[in-house]
């Protein structure tokens, strides 16, 4: 069951139930449409504001995720984003982010996708609702891919990490002696 809401938000953070932050033109102004899982909102703000508001609630900004990103990824155009890795929040525009017609889609909430008729996507969401984006397939499909790649690399960093960590915390010769067996058992999974 949807429900949508007439109400103006004055703010928003984007959440794990955020399932889009379109832009919603509005008597001259640009606000932004909020797809959750379970309703339908607008906020008075434009979608990049949402996001920047929402990257600076975790802790970073739009600037410095998209500067992430690129260190990554090295994608500097139309980037995908790490919003908060712990809650798996990864959002990727649909147009160049300049441009006000830009919407964000979180990746994990996309569930299928497709061409239309006139060259736009379906895209059908975690909730089983189907929407129609004013973005060609093959651009979706690239920024799906992208979005995928960039929360793979941020996961093998967390999950490797702390290995890194507690390795240190061994004695000299127990470390050798954790290497030699590391390699033994990834040589004997490949082969």
């Given amino acids: 069951m949807s429900q949508k809401t007439d109400a103006l938000l004055d703010t928003y953070e ?3 139930s955020t399932i889009a932050v379109l832009p919603e033109p509005m008597n001259g102004k640009m606000y932004s449409k909020i797809i ?17 508001r929402s990257c600076r609630y975790f802790g ?10 690129y260190e990554v990824i090295n994608i500097s155009h139309k980037p995908p984003i790490m919003v908060d890795l712990s809650n798996h929040i990864f959002l990727f525009p649909t147009l160049s982010s300049t441009r006000p017609q830009c919407g964000w889609i979180s990746h994990v909430h996309v569930k299928e996708f497709k061409a239309t008729e006139f060259d736009d996507t379906a895209v059908t969401f975690s909730n089983g609702k189907t929407m129609e984006l004013p973005v060609s397939c093959n651009s979706f499909e690239n920024q799906v891919y992208r979005t995928a790649w960039l929360r793979t690399k941020f996961q093998d960093r967390v999950e490797h990490a702390p290995k890194r960590q507690e390795f240190m915390l061994y004695p000299k010769e127990e470390r050798t002696r954790m290497i030699y067996d590391f390699i033994l058992r990834e040589l004997g999974e490949r082969y």
């Fill in 36 to 52: 959750e899982k379970d309703c339908t909102f607008y906020v008075s703000m434009k979608p990049l504001q949402i996001v920047d």
């Fill in 60 to 69: 970073s900004s739009y600037a410095g995720r998209k500067a992430g990103t």
């Fill in 14 to 16: 984007v959440n794990s």
